[in-house]
């Protein structure tokens, strides 16, 4: 088995600041294939965005990144590698996923202020962020057939949102030695305030002693938990663990309803109470909600 962990995640997930900080954790050597993107769309003079857009119709440009993956993988040992793919061409490494709030990630790339990206203003970061979100899940849905924002592709995924990048680094060297060992441990660290109530605040009775959530949209519901959750956001505390039951919008869950309509049970009231009890407010709320 070789010592490889490699990084995928959300845009403005802090993968560049989490890597350095789990470099001095490890000591493992780091390559970053955004780094790759950049000199490739320096050399012919566009900026990243234009480069994505330009790539869905040439291929040598993922060529020459997917190439350079596989061979890393192959010929090198006690690794971090900063892509978005490499956990889909180097299967044997440790797989990890850094996911953030749509909007903390524009303000993180914002204030980068790179010089080849064209980012005036936070409203426009958000606008050319999911542009460049939808160009890259679309390319890559078409070239290889996967989605790289599946959890279930990854040993590990967790929230950065509001957790430093030395609590994330620490938190990856601790599950990566897990990984090594074979022992259990949580695929899924989420900052409270990202998690959504499937229960209104005055009717909770939900005492479990983990917390089991569902995917919907991009947004992470609690299916079980919720009193866990307030602890924990109540203490301050940045990250949860959380058992991910399923991705799929027609799973039945245990109340014999979907995915998709446990979601849009949960009314703008709901969430508007939750904040108000927790004292945080989201960054963005479920299509769903907004014309309840």
Not at 93 to 110: N, S
Not at 212 to 222: A, K, P, T
Not at 261 to 283: C, I, N, P, Q, R
């Amino acid at each position: 088995m070789k010592n490889i962990i490699v990084m995928s995640g959300d845009i403005g997930s802090g993968k560049s600041s989490v890597a350095t900080e789990l470099q001095q954790l490890t000591n493992f050597d780091i390559i970053g294939t955004g780094t790759i993107q950049r000199a490739i769309a320096s050399k012919r003079g566009l900026t990243t965005l234009e480069l994505n857009e330009i790539s869905q119709t040439d291929r040598s440009i993922d060529d020459e990144i997917d190439a350079y993956v596989i061979e890393t993988g192959k010929t090198q040992d006690r690794l971090i590698m900063d892509s978005r793919l490499a956990w889909h061409f180097i299967p044997i490494a440790f797989k990890v996923f850094l996911a953030v709030d749509p909007v903390v990630g524009a303000e993180r790339v914002f204030n980068a202020s790179r010089h080849d990206e064209n980012n005036a203003s936070l409203d426009i970061t958000i606008k050319n962020n999911l542009k460049r979100q939808t160009i890259e899940d679309q390319r890559f849905n078409q070239l290889y057939n996967i989605n790289f924002r599946k959890y279930g592709n990854y040993d590990l995924i967790i929230d950065t949102s509001y957790a430093t990048p030395l609590a994330i680094a620490q938190k990856i060297n601790d599950c990566f030695n897990a990984w090594l060992k074979h022992q259990n441990f949580s695929s899924l660290w989420i900052t409270p305030k990202k998690l959504l109530p499937t229960l209104a605040v005055n009717v909770i009775d939900d005492d479990a002693q983990e917390l089991s959530v569902f995917i919907y949209n991009g947004f992470i519901y609690i299916q079980q938990g919720h009193r866990l959750v307030i602890r924990t956001h109540t203490a301050n505390n940045d990250l949860i663990a959380a058992n991910i039951i399923t991705e799929e919008p027609n799973h039945l869950l245990i109340d014999g309803v979907t995915v998709a309509e446990a979601a849009y049970k949960v009314s703008l009231a709901m969430l508007k109470d939750w904040e108000d009890s927790l004292g945080f407010k989201y960054t963005r709320y479920p299509e769903s909600v907004s014309t309840k």
